[in-house]
Protein backbone atom coordinates (compact mmCIF):
# COMPACT_ATOMS: atom_id res chain seq x y z
CA UNK A 1 0.00 0.00 0.00
CA UNK A 2 1.18 3.72 -1.04
CA UNK A 3 1.78 6.48 1.25
CA UNK A 4 -0.22 9.47 1.18
CA UNK A 5 3.04 11.03 0.15
CA UNK A 6 3.82 8.38 -2.26
CA UNK A 7 0.53 8.43 -3.92
CA UNK A 8 0.93 12.32 -4.35
CA UNK A 9 4.09 11.99 -6.35
CA UNK A 10 2.89 8.83 -8.43
CA UNK A 11 -0.11 11.47 -9.08
CA UNK A 12 1.70 14.66 -10.06
CA UNK A 13 3.80 12.12 -12.70
CA UNK A 14 0.55 10.70 -14.11
CA UNK A 15 -0.53 14.45 -14.77
CA UNK A 16 2.61 15.54 -16.09
CA UNK A 17 2.19 12.72 -19.31
CA UNK A 18 -0.90 13.68 -20.08
CA UNK A 19 -1.20 15.77 -23.04
CA UNK A 20 -4.14 18.79 -23.40
CA UNK A 21 -7.00 16.34 -25.15
CA UNK A 22 -6.64 13.93 -22.00
CA UNK A 23 -6.28 16.75 -19.46
CA UNK A 24 -9.54 18.02 -20.77
CA UNK A 25 -11.60 15.04 -21.10
CA UNK A 26 -10.24 14.48 -16.85
CA UNK A 27 -11.55 18.57 -16.01
CA UNK A 28 -8.22 19.20 -15.52
CA UNK A 29 -8.11 22.94 -16.34
CA UNK A 30 -5.96 24.38 -14.09
CA UNK A 31 -3.22 22.26 -15.56
CA UNK A 32 -4.29 23.43 -18.79
CA UNK A 33 -3.89 26.92 -17.56
CA UNK A 34 -0.48 25.99 -16.24
CA UNK A 35 0.65 24.22 -19.51
CA UNK A 36 -0.62 27.49 -21.76
CA UNK A 37 0.01 30.97 -19.90
CA UNK A 38 2.67 31.51 -23.05
CA UNK A 39 1.86 29.70 -26.18
CA UNK A 40 3.90 29.08 -29.15
CA UNK A 41 2.15 26.22 -30.45
CA UNK A 42 -1.53 24.81 -31.20
CA UNK A 43 -2.78 21.21 -31.94
CA UNK A 44 -4.05 20.01 -35.08
CA UNK A 45 -5.86 17.20 -32.99
CA UNK A 46 -7.96 19.21 -30.46
CA UNK A 47 -7.04 22.83 -31.34
CA UNK A 48 -5.44 23.42 -27.41
CA UNK A 49 -2.62 26.39 -27.19
CA UNK A 50 0.62 25.60 -25.26
CA UNK A 51 3.80 26.96 -24.36
CA UNK A 52 5.72 23.44 -25.41
CA UNK A 53 5.26 20.96 -28.24
CA UNK A 54 5.28 17.83 -25.95
CA UNK A 55 2.03 19.07 -23.84
CA UNK A 56 0.03 18.46 -27.61
CA UNK A 57 -0.70 15.50 -29.74
CA UNK A 58 -0.34 17.10 -33.09
CA UNK A 59 1.97 20.36 -32.44
CA UNK A 60 2.03 22.62 -34.98
CA UNK A 61 3.26 26.24 -34.95
CA UNK A 62 1.16 29.27 -33.67
CA UNK A 63 0.87 31.60 -36.20
CA UNK A 64 1.31 35.79 -35.13
CA UNK A 65 -1.41 37.39 -35.90
CA UNK A 66 -0.61 40.98 -37.69
CA UNK A 67 -2.34 43.19 -34.81
CA UNK A 68 0.12 41.11 -33.02
CA UNK A 69 2.80 43.23 -34.03
CA UNK A 70 1.11 46.58 -34.95
CA UNK A 71 2.71 48.21 -31.92
CA UNK A 72 5.80 46.67 -31.24
Do not use: Y
Not at 12 to 23: H, M, N, P, V, W
Not at 24 to 53: F, H, W, Y
Amino acid sequence: MLTLEEEGDRMTEDIDQLKFCELRAKGLMEEIDRRSKNPTVVCGKCGGKADLPEHLHNPRPLLKKKLDNFWG
